[in-house]
């Protein structure tokens, strides 16, 4: 029973704090859209634009922590379909995926490295303009490990906490990170200007509430 609590717990608080900070990042991007209209600048489209974006992301955030309870438990597997369902809505890339190991893991597990997964290609294609990108994951060992490469134009990391660093990218970030740190693991976000963007998450396979719900 405490483990159903705990359960409960835990995706009560995943959506708790993901709620707040994009609904506060659209709050601030509404009035910089605001601004922008009231004084007829040339930027009011993209600023718009930056705010749609932000509550795309929510929308696709939120429907994977849905649905997380009923993912299935072949990561490779849903991995898989993610990343091909992705390269099929852009053509244009391309995009090359490996996998190594064994994909059953638990469902916290699950629904970390595609929420992660989501955001990094999502990224890539919106900030990078990426010609191709290389998704690979590998578990075993008593952890999952991530990496999404492209060879985008790339930017500075510093941006990502700076004072004041675009809406978007920030909060794309603080999503990852925020997942990575509830489960015990680690998200570096690695980049060079003209030179591409690298995701890497980290995670321990110790999901005892993944593991309870087999």
């Known amino acids: 029973m405490s483990t159903v609590r705990e359960e409960r717990a835990f995706w009560a608080h995943q959506v708790h704090a993901h709620l707040l900070n994009t609904i506060g990042a659209a709050i601030v991007q509404s009035q910089v859209c605001e601004a922008a209209v009231r004084g007829a600048l040339p930027s009011s489209v993209d600023e718009v634009l930056r705010l749609r974006d932000i ?3 929510l929308e696709e955030t ?3 922590m849905a649905t997380a309870a009923v993912l299935p ?8 379909a993610r990343t091909e369902a992705f390269a099929a809505s852009h053509p244009e890339l391309t995009l090359r995926l490996s996998t190594r190991g064994r994909g059953r893991v638990g469902r916290r597990t699950a629904a970390a490295v595609v929420i992660v997964l989501t955001e990094a290609l999502a ?7 990426p010609a191709s990108i290389e998704v690979d994951l590998a ?3 008593g952890s999952v490990l991530l990496r999404v490469r492209d060879d985008g134009c790339g ?4 941006v990502l906490d700076g004072p004041q660093p675009d ?4 909060l794309g970030v603080s999503i990852m990170r925020q997942w990575a740190r509830a489960l015990g693991g680690r998200l570096v976000v690695s980049s060079v200007p003209t030179r591409g963007t690298q995701v890497t998450l980290h995670l321990p396979l110790d999901d005892r509430a993944g593991a309870s719900s087999q």
């Open 55 to 57: 509550l795309r992301a």
């Open 155 to 158: 930017f500075d990391p510093v």
């Open 123 to 129: 990224n890539a294609v919106r900030h990078g303009r």
């Open 73 to 80: 438990r072949d990561l490779l597997r849903e991995v898989r």
């Open 62 to 64: 939120t429907r994977v």
């Open 167 to 170: 809406a978007r990218p920030r």
């Open 139 to 141: 578990v075993g060992g």
